[in-house]
């Protein structure tokens, strides 16, 4: 068992600094990774804002192919217009496939050297990689020096919480013969890189770890620490590669090898670098032939809770609430942490309640299912006995929280602004964020009141303002929404009257005749007329999660949206019918499962 030696965080840096040069603050561990510049990212093509590498016609048409026939040409068949799709070429595609280079997450990381070491450790990740995106394909952020060394102080944090915890430090640090120092080494730096490497190590990456730890001399238990503090600052620990083995093809999609599927399974449903038994199974070749068995086995596990949480957080929005919340909730007994930590893990709870009892994508927008704990109960002014600190499932009876997502306090106190008309800005939101419909342009950003008279109700006012040209034509579309959600203040409670005391009591028809009224209103419409949104909106956002691409995010290539807008709606033609009641855990199998899938497949583009 690891006794504890006197090896110096500081020491190793300073040598890997001497050995590998200013290369290595670039690239955390130079003498451990490839460079990556030979990654084959296709870097040089995102230069280009047309982003194409062929003349191909356009990879994604209309719908004419979507499973279901010419009946699928409804709204999807608008969204590929609006999109643009006739005009992304399948080189636009690749590149956002190819795009495989990105630092694990905040969330990625704590969750993998937990499981690994049965340790918590929170690294010192910077911003611009924090817990409220699942993007992991942040290549075209330049991996500076700030982002790598919160990478060497990560590894100094794990190393030191594995020191200090009896039951990890006999688990990590031990090899089956001791009295063998070169063996027992060697031993340890395979089992362990094969762990964090996601892979068997190379023999010259072995070898380079053992050089440098010898190097450090000391006692054995100092040179396994040196070894396992070299394997978590390399990048092939901290950054995601997939399908460095293919060879270059800028034409197609390739396979990627078993164990890189494994990793993009595990990242995806875990949220974590792969156990060994999955690992066992790539090596064998298994994986893909055992893959629904896999599934269901980590779908079944409570660690699955991570695909509920980036959903909560990004789809829904929680993780700015959790992260930057800026509201004084100002309930006694409920700090604003954790009011905003509460309201965040309670949408959490709702969507893995969802997923865990595979029900349809739509009943997240219409039930009245909701989880408490004493805290939450507070907020909403319920009474808060019989709650604790853990989360209990509650049939809220409530018509004005029983529309699922959109009944929730947290996801208003984190979509609303301080003033106490939200109608124009909550709108436009759920047409794009709960949806994922196709933008209808900005906000004029006239106020109530500068130009419609002071005498007006606000009523009035907000009625007035959707009338006025050239902005009708966006209000007609999103105003039944904002109004719909009207009855809940900036702190996400639920108010039957403004300040003033006048009542709220908008009804509107939508551009398809049907008449809202409350939030109720709202979601069933949302379950019974919007299905096919809601279930594609839920496709982007798991295709997001499962490839690590941030589908929502493409205008470094083109159009707004366009290419990975484009590309879910390909999937989502070819493997769900429109209008059907698609359930979550089928949803997410398919994603994995289906041969056209992202997290399958990866692409080569030359330079």
Same mark, same amino acid.
């Given at each position: 068992?690891?006794?504890?030696?006197?090896?110096?965080?500081?020491?190793?840096?300073?040598?890997?600094?001497?050995?590998?040069?200013?290369?290595?603050?670039?690239?955390?561990?130079?003498?451990?990774?490839?460079?990556?510049?030979?990654? %084959?990212?296709? &870097? =040089? *093509?995102? $230069?280009?804002? !047309?982003?194409?590498? +062929?003349?191909?016609? /356009?990879?994604?048409?209309?719908?004419?192919?979507?499973?279901?026939?010419?009946?699928?040409?409804?709204?999807?068949?608008?969204?590929?217009?609006?999109?643009?799709?006739?005009?992304?070429?399948?080189?636009?595609?690749?590149?956002?496939?190819?795009?495989?280079?990105?630092?694990?997450?905040?969330?990625?990381?704590?969750?993998?050297?937990?499981?690994?070491?049965?340790?918590?450790?929170?690294?010192?990740?910077?911003?611009?990689?924090?817990?409220?995106?699942?993007?992991?394909?942040?290549?075209?952020?330049?991996?500076?020096?700030?982002?790598?060394? %919160?990478?060497? &102080? =990560? *590894?100094? $944090?794990?190393? !030191?919480?594995?020191? +200090?915890?009896?039951? /990890?430090?006999?688990?990590?640090?031990?090899?089956?013969?001791?009295?063998?120092?070169?063996?027992?080494?060697?031993?340890?730096?395979?089992?362990?890189?094969?762990?964090?490497?996601?892979?068997?190590?190379?023999?010259?990456?072995?070898?380079?770890?053992?050089?440098?730890?010898?190097?450090?001399?000391?006692?054995?238990?100092?040179?396994?620490?040196?070894?396992?503090?070299?394997?978590?600052?390399?990048?092939?620990?901290?950054?995601?590669?997939?399908?460095?083995?293919?060879?270059?093809?800028?034409?197609?999609?390739?396979?990627?090898?078993?164990?890189?599927?494994? &990793?993009?399974?595990?990242?995806?449903?875990?949220?974590?670098?792969?156990?060994?038994?999955?690992?066992?199974?790539?090596?064998?070749?298994?994986?893909?032939?055992?893959?629904?068995?896999?599934?269901?086995?980590?779908?079944?596990?409570?660690?699955?809770?991570?695909?509920?949480?980036?959903?909560?957080?990004?789809?829904?929005?929680?993780?700015?609430?959790?992260?930057?919340?800026?509201?004084?909730?100002?309930?006694?007994?409920?700090?604003?942490?954790?009011?905003?930590?509460?309201?965040?893990?309670?949408?959490?709870?709702?969507?893995?309640?969802?997923?865990?009892?595979?029900?349809?994508?739509?009943?997240?927008?219409?039930?009245?299912?909701?989880?408490?704990?004493?805290?939450?109960?507070?907020?909403?002014?319920?009474?808060?006995?019989?709650?604790?600190?853990?989360?209990?499932?509650?049939?809220?009876?409530?018509?004005?929280?029983?529309?699922?997502?959109?009944?929730?306090?947290?996801?208003?106190?984190?979509?609303?602004?301080?003033?106490?008309?939200?109608?124009?800005?909550?709108?436009?939101?759920?047409?794009?964020?709960?949806?994922?419909?196709?933008?209808?342009?900005?906000?004029?950003?006239?106020?109530?009141?500068?130009?419609?008279?002071?005498?007006?109700?606000?009523?009035?006012?907000?009625?007035?303002?959707?009338?006025?040209?050239?902005?009708?034509?966006?209000?007609?579309?999103?105003?039944?929404?904002?109004?719909?959600?009207?009855?809940?203040?900036?702190?996400?409670?639920?108010?039957?009257?403004?300040?003033?005391?006048?009542?709220?009591?908008?009804?509107?028809?939508?551009?398809?005749?049907?008449?809202?009224?409350?939030?109720?209103?709202?979601?069933?419409?949302?379950?019974?007329?919007?299905?096919?949104?809601?279930?594609?909106?839920?496709?982007?956002?798991?295709?997001?999660?499962?490839?690590?691409?941030?589908?929502?995010?493409?205008?470094?290539?083109?159009?707004?949206?366009?290419?990975?807008?484009?590309?879910?709606?390909?999937?989502?033609?070819?493997?769900?019918?429109?209008?059907?009641?698609?359930?979550?855990?089928?949803?997410?199998?398919?994603?994995?499962?289906?041969?056209?899938?992202?997290?399958?497949?990866?692409?080569?583009?030359?330079?």
């Amino acid at each position: 068992m690891y006794k504890g030696g006197s090896l110096s965080f500081s020491r190793i840096h300073s040598f890997l600094l001497k050995v590998a040069g200013p290369l290595v603050i670039m690239l955390a561990y130079n003498n451990c990774a490839p460079s990556f510049q030979a990654t %084959g990212d296709g &870097s =040089s *093509a995102f $230069k280009s804002n !047309s982003g194409s590498l +062929s003349d191909e016609p /356009a990879f994604v048409g209309p719908m004419d192919d979507f499973a279901g026939g010419s009946q699928q040409k409804s709204i999807l068949n608008t969204l590929s217009d609006g999109f643009k799709c006739n005009s992304v070429t399948k080189g636009q595609v690749l590149q956002v496939l190819n795009y495989n280079v990105g630092p694990l997450t905040h969330r990625q990381y704590e969750y993998t050297v937990n499981n690994l070491f049965g340790i918590t450790v929170y690294p010192d990740l910077i911003n611009d990689y924090s817990k409220v995106s699942y993007n992991n394909s942040l290549g075209r952020v330049a991996p500076g020096i700030e982002l790598v060394e %919160g990478f060497f &102080s =990560s *590894a100094e $944090k794990v190393l !030191s919480a594995i020191k +200090s915890t009896a039951a /990890a430090n006999s688990r990590v640090f031990k090899c089956s013969n001791p009295n063998n120092e070169n063996e027992c080494l060697s031993e340890f730096t395979e089992n362990w890189g094969r762990l964090l490497f996601r892979r068997p190590l190379s023999s010259n990456e072995s070898q380079k770890v053992l050089d440098v730890a010898f190097d450090q001399g000391g006692s054995l238990n100092n040179k396994m620490e040196s070894a396992l503090y070299l394997l978590l600052v390399s990048p092939q620990f901290t950054y995601h590669f997939y399908g460095l083995n293919l060879a270059v093809n800028n034409s197609d999609t390739q396979q990627i090898d078993e164990y890189d599927f494994a &990793s993009k399974i595990s990242f995806f449903l875990w949220g974590q670098a792969p156990e060994g038994w999955l690992l066992d199974l790539a090596e064998n070749n298994q994986l893909r032939q055992q893959l629904p068995e896999v599934v269901d086995r980590m779908l079944a596990s409570e660690k699955s809770t991570y695909v509920a949480r980036e959903l909560a957080y990004n789809w829904f929005t929680m993780g700015s609430l959790r992260e930057v919340g800026n509201k004084n909730f100002g309930v006694d007994g409920v700090t604003n942490d954790q009011a905003n930590w509460n309201l965040a893990e309670q949408v959490t709870h709702f969507v893995d309640y969802h997923i865990q009892n595979n029900l349809p994508v739509s009943d997240l927008f219409n039930t009245d299912v909701m989880f408490h704990t004493d805290k939450t109960a507070k907020l909403y002014g319920l009474n808060s006995n019989g709650y604790n600190g853990q989360f209990k499932m509650v049939k809220t009876g409530d018509p004005n929280r029983s529309s699922g997502i959109l009944s929730h306090m947290g996801f208003w106190a984190n979509n609303s602004s301080n003033g106490e008309v939200n109608v124009f800005t909550r709108g436009p939101m759920i047409k794009t964020k709960l949806l994922c419909d196709v933008p209808i342009g900005a906000p004029s950003g006239q106020l109530i009141g500068t130009s419609l008279g002071e005498s007006d109700t606000i009523k009035a006012s907000v009625n007035k303002l959707s009338q006025v040209a050239p902005c009708s034509s966006c209000h007609i579309v999103t105003d039944p929404y904002g109004k719909a959600v009207e009855n809940f203040d900036s702190f996400g409670r639920y108010r039957a009257n403004y300040s003033n005391g006048e009542a709220i009591n908008y009804t509107q028809l939508t551009p398809e005749g049907v008449s809202i009224s409350s939030v109720k209103d709202l979601g069933v419409h949302f379950a019974r007329d919007k299905k096919d949104l809601l279930n594609y909106c839920a496709t982007k956002n798991l295709l997001s999660l499962a490839s690590g691409k941030d589908l929502f995010d493409d205008r470094h290539i083109g159009a707004l949206n366009s290419v990975g807008s484009c590309y879910t709606l390909q999937f989502y033609g070819q493997n769900i019918s429109q209008n059907q009641d698609i359930k979550m855990k089928d949803l997410i199998k398919k994603i994995i499962i289906a041969g056209s899938s992202l997290i399958g497949q990866t692409a080569k583009v030359s330079e």
